[in-house]
């Protein structure tokens, strides 16, 4: 079940990305003169919303795009417990998590037990 949501996620992010880029083909084709912008096309690519389409739209949305990978390609940052940890080891599918995400729970869960 777990790789079927993977899965889905995948295709889902794939077709978001293709999108982003397909608005960049778009936005150039349109400052090149190739394509003639529907009033529907037109509003979706003038990001930034000055009424005209030029090239700091095509910046802006390269920016998007970049944005918008950069997050989804960000490491998760939940400190894992050492009970999570102990558990994903068990379940034998990968990640598995290594030596050194096994030494951080264990010293945050030792400082957490100084402090009490």
Known sequence: MKKIFTLLFCVVA???SASANDRVDQCIDVLLGKVAPTKAMATDLDANHDGVITIQDVS???DEALEE???NKAPAQKPASVDAI??????????????????????RSLEKKQQK
Do not use: G, K, Y
Request: overall charge negative; charged content about 25%.
């Open 14 to 16: 794939l077709a978001l």
């Open 60 to 62: 802006v949305i390269i």
């Open 69 to 71: 990978m950069r997050i």
């Open 86 to 107: 102990i558990n994903d080891i068990l379940d034998n599918e990968p990640p598995t998590p290594n030596i050194s995400e096994v030494s951080e729970a264990i010293d």
